[in-house]
C-alpha cells in the first residue's frame, strides 16, 4: 500500500478539481470526482482515508452523498466544503454523526492539509482499534476453545485413574494396601473438582450471557442430584421452595454456578457440633427478576471479613477447605447479568445469601 494518505475530493468545478490536485499531489495520494456518482464509483474500487465533498453540487449534494457513502463504506473520515448559507445542512450532517469536520469556501490551503492529517490520524487509530477488537475476539474465541478442550483431556485420564482405582480395590487381599488407593482416589478427586471449579471460574468470568428460558425446579432438581452424589449430606436437613409461575430468561450455567457455589459453601462450613444442621434455598420468580435465597445454620461469617468475602482467593475461616474461588465466581456471575447479591451472617450462627437477578427476555 502507498504510504500516502489517499484523499477523494468531489466537486462539480472542474477547476476546483485542478487546483487541488496540483497543489496536494506531492503530499497525498488525490483522487478526484466531478460528481457525486463518480465519488460513490471511486470509493467502491480505491482504498480511501479521507473524504472531501462540497456540499452544493447538483444531483446529490455533499450531505446526500455521505449518507450515500456510509451505507458501504462508513471508514473514510468525511470533510464538508460549504459556504455560509448551508449551515442548516452542516449542522444536520454533523448531528447524523457523517462528518468528521466542515471547511467554509474558499479554502485555504493549510487548512485543507491540517484537516486532512487530523483526519488520517483518526482513520488509521481506528483501523488499529478494530485490528486490535478482531484480534481479541479471536483470542477470546481460541480461549473458548482451549479451556474446554483442556479441561476434557484432563478430566478423562483422571476418571480412567479413579475406575481402576476402585476395581483394583475390590481386589485386594492386603487391607493396609487399600489405603494407598483411597489416596489416589483422594488425590483424583481433588483434581477433578479443581478442574471442574476452573470451569466454572471460566464460565462466569470470561464467557458472555447465553440468554435461554429458566426452570428453576428442573436445575434444582438436576443440581441437587449431583450434590447427594458428591457431598456426604444425608445429616443435613435440606428445605427446598420454588415459587415460579412467570416466564423466566437469564444464562443457565452461570445460575447453576452460582447455586454450585453457595450450596457447596453451605455445606463445607456446618457446625461439627450442630445437632440439627439445615440448608433451605427458596427462588420467588416474579415478572421482572427472580430472587434467590440460601441460607444454613453454619459456622458463619466474623463481620470483620464481610466486605472480603467476594474476593479473589479470600477465605473467612482456618478450615482448610476451598479455593477462595467460590464466592468470587458468584458474584462475577451475578454482575455478569445485571443482578446483584447481598450477604447476611452472625459469627457461629449461620450465613443468608439474597441473589436478586433480572429477567433479562
Known amino acids: ?56 453540487m447538483p444531483g446529490m449534494t455533499g450531505t446526500e452523498f455521505f449518507e450515500e457513502l456510509v451505507k458501504f463504506n462508513p471508514d473514510p473520515i468525511r470533510i464538508l466544503l460549504t459556504g455560509y448559507s448551508d449551515i442548516a445542512s452542516v449542522i444536520d450532517a454533523i448531528n447524523k454523526g457523517e462528518v468528521y469536520r466542515f471547511i467554509d469556501k474558499p479554502w485555504n490551503i493549510e487548512q485543507i ?21 478482531l484480534k481479541l475476539k479471536k483470542l477470546h474465541s481460541e480461549m473458548n476453545q ?36 483411597d489416596m489416589i482416589d483422594s488425590a483424583t478427586g481433588k483434581l477433578d473438582d479443581f478442574i471442574y471449579k476452573m ?20 436445575i434444582v432438581d438436576q443440581q441437587l442430584a449431583a450434590y447427594r452424589a458428591k457431598f456426604d449430606i444425608k445429616d443435613i436437613r435440606i428445605d427446598i421452595q420454588i415459587n415460579q409461575e412467570n416466564a423466566f430468561s437469564s444464562d443457565d450455567a452461570k445460575i447453576r454456578v452460582i447455586l454450585n457455589n453457595l450450596f457447596s459453601n453451605s455445606v463445607q462450613f456446618q457446625r461439627v457440633d450442630q445437632i440439627e444442621k439445615r440448608i433451605s434455598l427458596r427462588v420467588d420468580v416474579a415478572e421482572s427478576e427472580s430472587v434467590i435465597v440460601l441460607e444454613d445454620n453454619g459456622i458463619g461469617i466474623e463481620e470483620k ?26 458474584k462475577e456471575a451475578v454482575e455478569q447479568m445485571g443482578g446483584k447479591i447481598d450477604l447476611e451472617s452472625v459469627f457461629g450462627s449461620g450465613t443468608t445469601f439474597k441473589v436478586t437477578l433480572p429477567n433479562m427476555k
Open 1 to 56: 500500500m502507498n504510504d500516502k494518505i489517499h484523499v477523494l475530493y468531489i466537486d462539480d468545478e472542474d477547476n476546483n478539481l485542478k487546483s487541488f490536485r496540483a497543489t496536494l499531489r506531492k503530499d497525498f495520494k488525490i483522487f478526484t470526482a466531478i460528481d457525486a456518482d463518480e465519488g460513490l464509483r471511486i470509493a467502491r474500487e480505491e482504498e480511501v482515508h479521507v473524504v472531501i465533498a462540497d456540499q452544493r
Open 113 to 133: 492539509k491540517n484537516s486532512i492529517k487530523n483526519a488520517a490520524d483518526i482513520f488509521f487509530m481506528r483501523r488499529e482499534l478494530k485490528d486490535k477488537n
Open 146 to 181: 482451549f479451556v474446554y478442550s483442556l479441561s476434557h483431556e484432563l478430566r478423562g485420564p483422571l476418571m480412567s485413574i479413579s475406575g481402576v482405582s476402585k476395581l483394583a480395590k475390590m481386589e485386594l487381599k492386603d487391607p493396609e494396601a487399600a489405603e494407598y488407593f
Open 199 to 218: 470451569l466454572d471460574f471460566y464460565r462466569s468470568t470470561k464467557i458472555d450471557n447465553k440468554i435461554t428460558k429458566i426452570n428453576f425446579n428442573d
Open 305 to 330: 471479613h464481610h466486605a472480603d468475602v467476594f474476593n479473589l482467593f479470600t477465605r473467612a475461616t482456618q478450615r482448610n477447605v476451598g479455593t477462595g474461588l467460590g464466592l468470587y465466581m458468584v
